[in-house]
């Protein structure tokens, strides 16, 4: 098993990696999100690959690609689908919405209304959708990749909470170092890296690489460790509010996808260390003294890695 799911996630890296120069953290970080059955904030200035990868990963697992482009204009059935009057029979028919795909990318989503994110929560936690009475199951493997820019809050709408808490990961790629933004220069000469990509796993292989990392092994310690982490951040009194359950969840998850990619059956520690702050950080709000003090979500999930003991 280990040898099959080690195989199939170097070839997605090596697929993606030709395309977003220098970044392998960024696009492991993502798939560990797929794997884990999440979906993914990616947060970052304009022009750094963010629709490149979607779109990059769409095509390495032979997927259906939606691009939703969020505005202040947008409503809700432009995500989810509407159904139609037909005048000749007087019947009803649905038109499916971009969220009809396996791979959504929600690009500047925090650029409408709170009502038209909101339309994405049923999407994200049930993969499904519910137009007119009638649920209606969205294709599988079914993932979402939102991105926001981080910097520009001129005519944009902050997430709520209770959408934020619902991407497993928020990943950043940044700019490239010197040598890969050469390598980025040459290699987009004449043609496009993207246009080469060919599909290295099937939607039928995801599917099965998910039901696997659900095998993987936590021990008890492991899970305890994990708990008091987010145990921290309920008695801060810093926090106004603290990690969810559902987020102990999705660290317990996206740590057993990533000991798979460690080419391992079981969890350790450090699979909870690389991945706190990314799965932790975007789901906690702090007080106004704190936030306008310069200390991040993530300078707060760094200090509980600091205080609390790691499980030997």
């Not at 999440?38 to 095509?59: I, N, Q």
């Not at 909470?161 to 004449?190: H, K």
């Not at 921290?232 to 740590?255: E, K, N, Q, Y």
Request: net charge negative.
């Amino acid at each position: 098993m280990i040898e099959t799911f080690a195989g199939a996630v170097e070839r997605i890296e090596t697929n993606l990696g030709s395309v977003i120069k220098g970044k392998p953290e960024s696009i492991r970080l993502l798939l560990i999100s797929l794997l884990a059955g999440g979906h993914t904030l990616l947060e970052d200035v304009p022009g750094t690959g963010k629709t490149t990868l979607a779109k990059s990963l769409a095509r390495t697992m032979d997927g259906v690609f939606r691009r939703i482009q969020f505005t202040p204009d947008l409503l809700p059935a432009d995500i989810t689908g509407s159904s139609f009057y037909n005048p000749g029979d007087g019947s009803f028919t649905f038109r499916e919405g971009p969220v009809f795909a396996n791979i959504v990318l929600a690009d500047e989503i925090n650029r409408t209304s709170p009502r038209t994110q909101s339309a994405l929560l049923e999407v994200m936690s049930e993969g499904q959708v519910t137009v007119d009475g009638l649920r209606r199951d969205l294709p599988q493997p079914f993932f979402v990749i939102a991105t926001q820019n981080p910097t520009d809050f001129h005519g944009t709408y902050p997430l709520p909470e209770a959408q934020l808490d619902r991407f497993a990961v928020r990943v950043t790629l940044g700019y490239p170092d010197l040598p890969d933004e050469m390598e980025i220069l040459y290699s987009q000469n004449r043609r496009h890296p993207f246009d080469d990509l060919t599909p290295v796993v099937t939607g039928a292989e995801v599917l099965d690489l998910q039901e696997q990392v659900r095998a993987v092994t936590v021990d008890r310690a492991v899970a305890e460790y994990i708990l008091r982490l987010v145990e921290w951040t309920r008695t801060d009194p810093r926090i106004r509010l603290a990690v969810s359950p559902r987020g102990s969840l999705t660290l317990f998850r996206t740590a057993q996808a990533r000991a798979l990619t460690e080419s391992r059956d079981y969890v350790l520690p450090d699979d909870v260390r690389a991945l706190a702050v990314p799965v932790l950080a975007h789901r906690m709000m702090l007080d106004t003294k704190t936030k306008y003090g310069g200390i991040s979500g993530a300078q707060m999930i760094e200090e509980a890695l600091e205080k609390i003991p790691v499980p030997r």
